[in-house]
């Protein structure tokens, strides 16, 4: 079991950066794989990034490549997102999302991850 708080988010106009954040409880993160999705209202809940358990390859959607980048600090069980060149179509939702070990069909869909965070609100201004 692991418990996923995000934080960091805000307002921020176009252009800017903000880093999100997510605490994971538990003796065994370095066993997870863990990811970070969006979700605006009326929108289906997207794949944003994820880092891998083992040897933290990393992985970003099309959409935030160039722009985003996530980390792992294993010894404080916390994943970052740092999101630089904010556009207004980022504004969402931004959930932490962890996954045991490795994926078994594809790190981007929703129902590969057993545990989510709340969220925490990022939006863009133009």
């Known amino acids: 079991q692991v418990q996923l708080v995000e934080s960091g988010g805000g307002l921020v106009q176009a252009g800017g950066s903000l880093r999100l954040s997510c605490a994971a409880s538990?003796?065994?993160?370095?066993?997870?794989?863990m990811g970070w999705f969006r979700q605006a209202p009326g929108k289906e809940r997207e794949f944003v990034s994820v880092?891998?358990?083992?040897?933290?390859?990393?992985y970003y959607a099309d959409s935030v490549k160039g722009r985003f980048t996530i980390s792992r600090d294993n010894a404080k069980n916390m994943v970052y997102l740092q999101m630089n060149g904010l556009k207004p179509e980022d504004t969402a939702a931004y959930i932490c999302?962890?996954?045991?070990?490795?994926?078994?069909?594809?790190?981007?869909?929703?129902?590969?991850?057993?545990?989510w965070g709340q969220g925490t609100q990022v939006t863009v201004s133009s």
């Open positions: 999302a962890a996954r045991r070990f490795d994926f078994s069909v594809s790190y981007s869909t929703v129902g590969e991850y057993g545990y």
């Open positions: 538990g003796r065994t993160f370095s066993t997870y794989s």
């Open positions: 880092i891998r358990y083992s040897g933290g390859r990393t």
